[in-house]
């Protein structure tokens, strides 16, 4: 099970950027690219695919609880 892979420091991590005031924009929701680039930074992952893994778990388990995250249009 995924969850029992994710270790607590991601899992802070995840937390303090999705908390962040930095990391939320205008409309109250998380900007997904920039809490993206605080975790990734915070973690220093060898392993890309499993980092993202469990990075896409939190965010839906996040948007499951706190609503889908609008983002801008690129």
């Known amino acids: ?3 029992n892979t994710i270790t607590a420091h991601f899992q802070d991590s995840f937390n303090k ?3 962040n005031p ?7 929701h998380v900007n997904w690219n920039f809490v ?5 930074m915070d973690m220093q ?3 890309g695919e499993t980092h993202y ?3 896409e ?3 839906t388990q996040f948007e499951a609880t706190n609503g889908v995250q609008s983002q801008p249009r690129q």
């Open 17 to 19: 950027a999705v908390t």
């Open 45 to 47: 992952p060898v392993d």
């Open 53 to 55: 893994n469990h990075f």
């Open 1 to 3: 099970m995924l969850t």
């Open 57 to 59: 778990y939190l965010a």
């Open 22 to 28: 930095e990391n939320i924009m205008g409309n109250g």
């Open 36 to 40: 993206d680039a605080d975790v990734y």
